[in-house]
Structure formats: C-alpha cells, structure tokens
C-alpha cells in the first residue's frame, strides 16, 4: 500500500528525514512512534502531499505520488487524515461535515451521502448527535466525527496524526476504541502516537524514529520486550519511568 524510497525531507537547514525507506502492507496497522521531533508527523504529512519532499520516492496504492500530472485532489479523497486537532467545520452539524465530501467530491447524491454518513456516525457511536454543531461536542466526541468524515470517502488508507494528544485524558479511550475497530476490520492505517498501549494492542508493526530515521521495525512484542536500537531502549525506559530522577 506504501512504499518509500530513500525520502528526505529539509526544513531549511534542518533535515526532518533521513533516506526513508519503508513498506507498509495492505490491512496493515502501522504505529509511528519516537521522541518530539523526531520526524513522525513529517513522514505521515508527506502520503498525502502536506509536506513536499526534496528526494526520494513515494507510491501509494500503486501511484507514485509525485507522478507529473497526477490530480492532487483526487488523490488526497482517496486517503483519510485525522488530524490532531479536528479540523472540523464549526458552522455544521456533524452530520453536513461527513456528507459535504461525498456531495461536492464525489458527486453523491444528498440522500445517499445522509444514509452514509448516519451509518458512519453510528460506527463510531454518535447518531444521536448528528445535528449537533461542532461546538456542543466534547472533544472526543469531535475527533470521533472526524474519523467518520474521513471514512465518508471510502479510503484505502488511513492516517492518523496524533489523533489523542489534544483530548482530556477520559476522552482518549472512546477514540482509540473507535480505531481499533478500523483495525479489526481490516483498515490500512498509519498511525502516530504516543499511546503505547493501542501501539501494544493493535498494531502489527512499529517503527520507532529519532532525529528523522527509522531506527527500528519490530513487531509490538519483540518492540515493547526486546528493543534492539539503544535509542529505542532509552525511549522505552524514559515512558516506563517517567518520574524517575534525571
């Protein structure tokens, strides 16, 4: 489903990435996880185009994503980013911010994109608040829209940037729920997060990145168990003792 190809990316002076190169398989769940600022939000911001790169290659689903001549919004409706801090439409209802792609994108009819879109609010549990604006939900409640907006689309793909960072914390378990049932039922998902716990439970693959590389891919239990790179191993000891003295 992805592939990149010795991707490096410079913010001025600075590289973010260092000669990626990765596959991701299709149904798989892939947890992008490491220090603040160590590359993951540039490398998921650069499948849709968010952030341009300066070499390397990147395929998605088959197309190379920087093919000369390829329909940037097309493509991009053909994968769902949740992002960290919602990027809902505050003056809609939660149901008008998951039918206003299908509509306008896609050419949906406003019946089928409202079956749609009830059905998905229902997948993550919030039918009954379809109506609701923006504004009367909590934040949770909000990120949960924001999948179903995402999904509204069909994609093959789907990213999610730190999807929790910005909720309360007895908000960030209906979310995660949501995901893992993404997971279950056989969504390709790229997910960066701080959350240990779902990376544990969910994902087939980790990859753990510092000062813009992938340092180490393991699965969860030979990750969260038997971590290889000395990098990874102090990342894994600085969570598990967070309050340790320095």
Known sequence: MIQFDKVNKWFGAYQALVDVNERVQKGEVVVVCGPSGSGKSTLIRTLNRLEPIQSGRIVVDGQDIHARGLNLNDFRSRIGFVFQQFNLFPHLSALDN?????IHLRGMSRGQARQHALALLDRV????????????????????????????MAPPL????????????????????????????????VVVTHEMGFARDVAD?????????????????????????????????????PFAPA
Do not use: Y
């Open 98 to 102: 998951c039918t206003l792609a299908p």
């Open 125 to 152: 549990g919030l039918v009954h608040k379809a109506q609701a604006f923006v504004t009367e939900l909590s934040g949770g409640q909000q990120q949960r829209v924001a999948i179903a907006r995402a999904l509204a």
């Open 205 to 241: 693959r980790v990859l753990f990145m510092d000062s813009g590389q992938v340092l180490e891919r393991a699965t969860p239990h030979d990750f969260f168990n038997r971590p290889q790179h000395p990098r990874a191993q102090q990342f894994l000891s600085d969570i598990r003792s």
């Open 158 to 189: 789907m990213l999610f940037d730190e999807p929790t960072s910005a909720l309360d914390p007895e908000m960030v378990g209906e979310v995660l729920l949501v995901m893992k049932g993404l997971a279950r039922d056989g969504m390709t998902m």
